[in-house]
Structure formats: structure tokens, C-alpha cells
């Protein structure tokens, strides 16, 4: 069963910096693609960034030059480091990844919650 766990959430000023993981597990899984989502309060889910097998990444507009993808292929983990983080940027965030098939796998998100 494949399983994608995040952590490091939290509460942060305005300002401040967090950083999240996302590991997966399960038997044979190994990550292809993965992205980050977030969900904020009366939002509908967005894409933050993406990170494609051979590294390429993509962002979103309102995260561009603060957030950074990243992925340690040796540990099946993803990672999405965060500066300057706004209120706006409060918000139940989600990794997804898939495999090789194109089965998409999510997690089951780790809250992010920026005071101003």
C-alpha cells in the first residue's frame, strides 16, 4: 500500500520560514513526478510547485522566488522549503506523486498557518 506522509507544518510569523516533507512508502513505490498543493480556507486546491523525474520544476506565480521544490530520490522524499511566508500563504498544503504507471498518490496534507 502506498502511503505519502507529510510533516513540518506549523505556525510561523509573517516572514518566517518552514520547511515541509513528503515521504513515501509502499512496496516497489518509487516517486516519478510529485507536485505540492494547497487548500485555504473557501479556496479551492491550488498547484504550488512541481518537480518532474529529472529535476525540472515549475511554480506557481504567488510562490515564485520564495518557495523551492526539491527531492532526495535516494530517500523517496520530497521536500518544499518556504521563505517569507505571507498570511496568504496559510493553508492546508498536500503532496501528490506518481509512479511510473501514472497512478497519482496523495497525502494527507499538513497545515500551514502564517500570523501577521
Known amino acids: 500500500q502506498v502511503q505519502l506522509v507529510e510533516s513540518g507544518g506549523g505556525l510561523v510569523q509573517a516572514g518566517g520560514s518552514l520547511r515541509l516533507s513528503c515521504a513515501a512508502s509502499g512496496s516497489g513505490f518509487r516517486i516519478n513526478a510529485m507536485g505540492w498543493y494547497r487548500q485555504g480556507p473557501g479556496k479551492q486546491r491550488e498547484s504550488v510547485a512541481q518537480?518532474?523525474?529529472?529535476?525540472?520544476?515549475n511554480y506557481a506565480d504567488s510562490v515564485k522566488g520564495r518557495f523551492t521544490i526539491s527531492r532526495d530520490n535516494a530517500k523517496n522524499t520530497g521536500y518544499l522549503q518556504m521563505n517569507s511566508l505571507k498570511p496568504e500563504d496559510t493553508a492546508v498544503y498536500y503532496c501528490?506523486?506518481?509512479?511510473?504507471?501514472?497512478?497519482?498518490?496523495w497525502g494527507k496534507g499538513t497545515q500551514v498557518t502564517v500570523s501577521s
Open positions: 501528490a506523486a506518481n509512479d511510473i504507471y501514472g497512478v497519482t498518490y
Open positions: 518537480i518532474t523525474t529529472g529535476g525540472s520544476t
